[in-house]
């Protein structure tokens, strides 16, 4: 991860008229990139980085994360989806890429499917779809300790899933910003975002087959809550779509694994890129 990206800093932040906390940076077609629940969009520093090369990269607070407004009670993913609208008319695009890791895969989805016309392609990352038994039972746990304990409940236990071993005896201090970030987090932002995120896995599953942009779906082959199985199995429901398993890796791939993560999405990006590019017209 890039921690010397002096683009993502707090003091380069933005706030668009409603209050949602956002990066802007580079220049070409449009890529927004929503983060993970619990996060918040500088988990995208290395990304950031080296997409801007090609790309005018968008990162930005999803709502009751970071500096960005609360949820309401009652919100749900379209509310998160129309959030990512209005900041983009904010920002004057009318199509984007979107990149969504973790619940924002959930926000991508409901994106796609709430505002198609302001889609280009899109990214789904180590996120979730259709939970066994036994991932629902866990979640439910996890979502009880959230409401009664806050943020902290079982951040200790998320990272063991997220990070490997490995990265988390050689980068203490990457894994100590994660884990401040999420303890960081408004009680009630975090309990109803995870709320979302622990059970709108089947998020409009009747209706994945009106997506029809490229999409790209992939998540670590160690990942054990959005597993490789999770991310064939929503691929074959996207009627564009690809599936890519990054060997090795656990879940929080855009920060252990950014070499990989950012090569996979230039390939992706580049070949929706030459689609939509200008054809010459033969004299």
Known sequence: MSEGNVAMDLTHAQHSPDGTRYWRQGQGAPLVLVHGV???????????????????????????????????????????ADQLATLLDHLALERVAVVGFSMGGLVARAFALRHPQRLTAMVVLSSVFRRDADQRAGVRQRLVQARDQGPAAN????????????????????????HATVTNNHPEGYYRSYALFGTQDDFAVDRLATIRVPVLVATGELDPGSTPQMTRALADCLPHAEAEILPGQRHMVPVEAPEAVNALLRRFLAGVDSQDAPKEVSR
């Open 38 to 80: 619990g996060l918040d969009a500088r988990m995208w520093r290395a990304q950031v980085d080296a997409l801007a090369r090609e790309h005018e990269v968008i990162a930005y607070d999803m709502l009751g994360h970071g500096e960005s407004p609360l949820p309401a009670a009652a919100a749900g993913l379209d509310d998160y």
């Open 155 to 178: 951040v200790d236990e998320a990272l063991e899933r997220w990070f490997s071993p490995a990265f988390r005896r050689d980068h203490p201090e990457r894994v100590a910003a994660i």
